[in-house]
């Protein structure tokens, strides 16, 4: 699999398109053997899906083989609570990928998606930082 491909589950039935260049697929862990970086990405995927079933903050979640979380949030998400919500966002994928520097995209529910803003986390320095796209 190449690197760059995106695993998707929607965080509810609605179907939105992915961002360009994307190739859509899903995973499912296997029994019985040690998790692999794919199926934990799933996992990690699904949990976030499990927290907003009626998909009111998130209506699609994304994420790369680099750990780059891609976050398509709903209309009705304002736009100062986002950094709020990356910063939460970032604290559990540290848990879950602990030692990584990380990244989440936000994006817009528009087709195209429009991206609207970049949360890293800096795993030596614990710096998180939020920029808003212009």
């Given at each position: 699999?190449?690197?760059?491909?995106?695993?998707?589950?929607?965080?509810?039935?609605?179907?939105a398109a992915?961002?360009?260049?994307?190739?859509?697929?899903?995973?499912?862990?296997?029994?019985?053997?040690?998790?692999?970086?794919?199926?934990?990405?799933?996992?990690?995927?699904?949990?976030?899906?499990?927290?907003?079933?009626?998909?009111?903050?998130?209506?699609?979640?994304?994420?790369?083989?680099?750990?780059?979380?891609?976050?398509?949030?709903?209309?009705?998400?304002?736009?100062?609570?986002?950094?709020?919500?990356?910063?939460?966002?970032?604290?559990?994928?540290?848990?879950?990928?602990?030692?990584?520097?990380?990244?989440i995209l936000?994006?817009?529910?528009?087709?195209?998606p429009r991206?609207?803003?970049?949360?890293?986390?800096?795993?030596?320095?614990?710096?998180?930082?939020?920029?808003?796209?212009?």
């Amino acid at each position: 699999m190449a690197a760059g491909t995106f695993f998707l589950t929607g965080c509810d039935s609605r179907q939105a398109a992915a961002p360009p260049g994307t190739r859509v697929e899903e995973s499912s862990p296997s029994r019985g053997q040690p998790q692999s970086a794919k199926a934990k990405q799933a996992d990690f995927l699904n949990r976030i899906r499990a927290a907003d079933p009626q998909g009111r903050t998130i209506d699609r979640a994304l994420l790369n083989e680099q750990n780059e979380l891609g976050l398509v949030l709903d209309r009705s998400v304002e736009l100062d609570k986002i950094p709020a919500l990356m910063r939460a966002m970032l604290t559990k994928m540290a848990a879950e990928f602990p030692g990584e520097d990380l990244t989440i995209l936000t994006y817009t529910p528009s087709n195209p998606p429009r991206k609207i803003g970049t949360a890293r986390l800096n795993a030596r320095t614990r710096d998180m930082t939020y920029t808003a796209e212009q």
